[in-house]
């Protein structure tokens, strides 16, 4: 590997191992690569493929088993200190003290960095300024929405400027307008500050905003280069498919089987398809050639074809438990709904119905009031006022009728980390009111059909990120609800898992299995039959993609994406 002297971060066959349960696991293989000076070198790579495990490296906080890793010219082993004292460093979970205000919180990191009092007053006008906090110094960070908790964190980072920032997937769970704001700031650090700035990532749109990419899988350096590098060998890989007589979804499920096939995905009105081979004859049952249109690559295309070359094709979903449902009852009524805290009304007169076997997708800001909704919904918190009616049901007289047709899969994967995961299943097999045949039977079908079997032994808080979420999928459908509630089921999942959950999700849809489901991936709420777009409480848009699209666009057009949609609307009521 040559050196670049611009280089802030050098790795040099670095290989780090862990003792787990007995045996010893390779985080990191014989990684090598350099973070150029001066710009952003973005991270990539599924769960568990060592992004966490490097960044702790060269923070100085773990030692390389072997090989060597140097920050700013530091040996990060050897020299730790030193490193520490140059770098800054913000991990997934961020300590904020919650009790604590966005000033006190502030202080507490100078002290903790060392800034001398007096360098302190233009610096926090600085970082606050920056982040858009100027206003909530005084509010405790407990009463943040995600998204500003993740610039509080950045401004703690940042209190002392560091020549290096390494970003541990700092926008993982936050909405897309916060998600623009991060970023913002980070190019800025970069411009005005001649920051260097390493980021992982698991949003592939935002890995094209690096200047330089590094893409880890299992422990090893799978590619390295621009975005440019990347999505350049995959033109003539790439289409759009469109069949009007099929419903997306099914077209979808349907191209994603076919052999030459890498990935399928949904893509507006269209289903987006990466072939193994350039200008490949595509032959597609049902769909006319003309239906078929050449696109441009992007860096997501060649990650997954990279991702597939490197391990064996997803296992289909398992076959459907129910014949498919053509039955197109509403299950889900929900008038002037609302909800009150003490002087704050959360939700604010929400009004919408659902059907059987619809996929209906709650999305908004952080704060926005979604899963204040979700668990009134569920049955888990008392609504204040309205209507609301669940599987013939009505929640504020009968919840407990209600929650016996629900599952719900809460965003923090709600299972017990000291058990296995068959321990899990049991336990929510019986909480279910489970036993006997039915009991062993639906344990069966979570291990074998759902792919859990070879790590039923192990502890679930042991698990990867990926595995943790089937596992929690599974304890949400052990009783064979009617109704499915996903609150952010994919936040921080790599995509290779996020396509294998959609997988599962188009299929109970197509039972007959109701499902409604928050993201901040907006990618994924296309595949929403409809969706309601949210902010401080109150419904902003609602029907279909197509819709909100054309809604949001107003005069202008559609919006181009539901991204920009999101965007448009939630931008558009914060000016009102």
């Not at 929405?145 to 700092?170: F, H, I, N």
Request: glycine share 10%; with cysteine.
């Amino acid at each position: 590997m040559s050196t670049n002297g611009n280089a802030v971060l050098t790795a040099h066959s670095l290989t780090k191992t862990f003792r787990v349960g007995g045996r010893d696991a390779t985080a990191l293989d014989d990684v090598n690569f350099e973070a150029r000076g001066g710009v952003v070198t973005g991270l990539v790579g599924p769960d568990g493929a060592g992004k966490t495990t490097l960044m702790r490296l060269a923070a100085g906080l773990l030692e390389p088993s072997s090989g060597q890793i140097r920050v700013l010219g530091y040996d990060a082993t050897r020299e730790s200190a030193k490193v520490q004292l140059a770098i800054g460093y913000m991990p997934q979970r961020f300590g904020l003290y919650e009790d604590l205000s966005v000033q006190e919180n502030l202080d507490l990191y100078a002290d903790l960095q060392g800034v001398a009092p007096a360098d302190r007053a233009e610096r926090y006008q600085e970082l606050l300024d920056m982040t858009g906090l100027a206003p909530f110094t005084h509010r405790l960070a407990g009463r943040l929405s995600g998204g500003m908790k993740q610039k509080l964190g950045l401004a703690c980072t940042l209190v002392r400027a560091p020549r290096l920032l390494l970003l541990d997937e700092p926008t993982v769970g936050v909405d897309p307008v916060s998600r623009r704001e991060l970023w913002a700031i980070v190019y800025r650090l970069v411009a005005k500050e001649t920051m260097s700035v390493l980021l992982s990532t698991a949003y592939l749109d935002e890995a094209e905003r690096c200047a330089h990419l590094v893409l880890l899988h299992e422990g090893r350096v799978i590619g390295q280069g621009s975005p440019a590098d990347f999505s350049q060998p995959m033109r003539g890989r790439t289409f759009h498919v469109r069949a009007p007589q099929t419903g997306r979804r099914r077209l979808q499920a349907r191209l994603a089987l076919l052999p030459g096939v890498l990935d399928a995905t949904l893509e507006g009105e269209a289903v987006r398809l990466v072939t193994e081979e350039a200008d490949m004859s595509l032959s597609l049952p049902g769909v006319a050639p003309e239906e078929i249109t050449a696109v441009a690559p992007k860096f997501e295309d060649s990650f997954i074809a990279r991702l597939r070359r490197e391990q064996p094709a997803p296992v289909p979903p398992p076959q459907a438990e129910r014949p498919p449902s053509t039955s197109d009852e509403t299950v889900i009524v929900v008038n002037n709904l609302s909800r009150r805290f003490g002087d704050f009304l959360a939700v604010k007169n929400l009004s919408f119905s659902v059907g059987t076997g619809e996929i209906f997708g709650l999305l908004g800001a952080n704060g926005a009031g979604k899963t204040t909704t979700f668990r009134m919904l569920c049955g888990l918190l008392p609504a204040s006022g309205g209507q609301l009616q669940v599987a013939g049901v009505d929640l504020r007289t009968a919840p407990a009728a209600a929650r016996a047709r629900i599952g719900y899969m809460s965003q923090k994967f709600s299972q017990y980390g000291n058990l296995t995961v068959r321990q899990n299943l049991e336990f929510f097999a019986r909480a279910y009111g489970l036993s006997g045949n039915k009991r062993r039977l639906r344990l069966s079908w979570a291990l074998q059909e759902m792919g859990l079997a070879e790590i039923a032994t192990a502890e679930s808080a042991e698990l990867p990120l990926g595995f943790k979420q089937r596992l929690a999928l599974c304890c949400a459908l052990m009783h064979e609800p009617d109704i499915l509630f996903l609150d952010e089921p994919t936040s921080g999942v790599d995509p290779l898992a996020r396509r294998q959950f959609w997988s599962r999700i188009n299929a109970l849809a197509e039972t007959g299995v109701t499902v409604l489901i928050t993201t901040h991936f907006m990618e994924e709420a296309e595949y929403c039959d409809r969706l309601a777009i949210m902010a401080s409480g109150e419904i902003l848009a609602l029907g279909t993609p197509r819709e909100v699209k054309a809604r949001a666009g107003g005069a202008q057009g559609p919006a181009a994406s539901l991204e920009e949609a999101f965007l448009l609307l939630v931008q558009g009521k914060e000016a009102a």
